[in-house]
């Protein structure tokens, strides 16, 4: 069993409209990550993951998630999964959602694409 408390969690910010809280576990194969965003994120072109699937849980707010050929509108209660190297990005006025990357999300995985 391991626990992460609030006080213990690693703050960072992918853009000036999304800021997000990293609970890292020692495990590899899956952690937790909560975005807020305001606007459009990435700001151009799509985000992607090249190693992780996403499951997405929106704790509060609605908007839209764009992929590379279709859309999807999302509020809160909603839950989405996105697979390794699929393409997309967030448009909200406000939303905060969870994210569970499996295996465990690392920066180096992580691409911006047009």
Known sequence: ??????????????????NTLEYSFSDK?????????????????????TKCKELI???????????DNSNTTFSQGDSVLINKNEKYYWESNYCKVAMICTPAFSKEQYKLVE
């Open 57 to 67: 849980y929106v704790v509060e707010g609605s908007g839209i998630l764009y992929f």
């Open 29 to 49: 194969k899956i952690d937790l990550g909560v975005a807020i965003i305001k606007g459009r994120y990435p700001e151009s072109g799509f985000c992607m993951n």
């Open 1 to 18: 069993m391991e626990i992460i408390k609030q006080k213990e969690v690693t703050q960072g910010t992918n853009a000036d409209n999304c």
